[in-house]
């Protein structure tokens, strides 16, 4: 088994900050991509970032220089640092892992889902 428990959510006026934080934990060998999506209301889920295994970044075109994905292997937690937030960056945020379990079988886990709210 293996669970993700997501943090750092909230409301916050526009041009502020927040830190969402993704924790897995269960029989884990190791985690290869981790990635944070979000989706507002009557939206499609979209991608926001993505962290290879090997640090390797990617962002979504509206989420370049405000966002920075990272991760603590140690921790199996990644993080999504959120700056200068706009009222259009309001969704609920998810992350994604991709997961070896002890078995070594490969999954992909979702987190429960966080509300960021960002008022003008």
């Known amino acids: 088994q293996v669970h993700l428990v997501e943090s750092g959510g909230g409301l916050v006026q526009a041009g502020g900050s927040l830190r969402l934080s993704c924790a897995a934990s269960?029989?884990?060998?190791?985690?290869?991509?981790m990635d944070w999506y979000r989706q507002a209301p009557g939206k499609q889920r979209e991608s926001v970032a993505g962290?290879?295994?090997?640090?390797?970044?990617n962002y979504a075109d509206s989420v370049k220089g405000r966002f920075t994905i990272s991760r603590d292997n140690a921790k199996n937690t990644v993080y999504l640092q959120m700056n200068s937030l706009q009222p259009e960056d309001t969704a609920v945020y998810y992350c994604?892992?991709?997961?070896?379990?002890?078995?070594?079988?490969?999954?992909?886990?979702w987190g429960q889902g966080i509300q960021v709210t960002v008022s003008s």
């Open positions: 994604r892992q991709v997961i070896v379990t002890k078995d070594y079988r490969a999954t992909r886990y």
């Open positions: 962290i290879t295994s090997d640090g390797s970044t």
């Open positions: 269960g029989m884990i060998f190791s985690i290869n991509a």
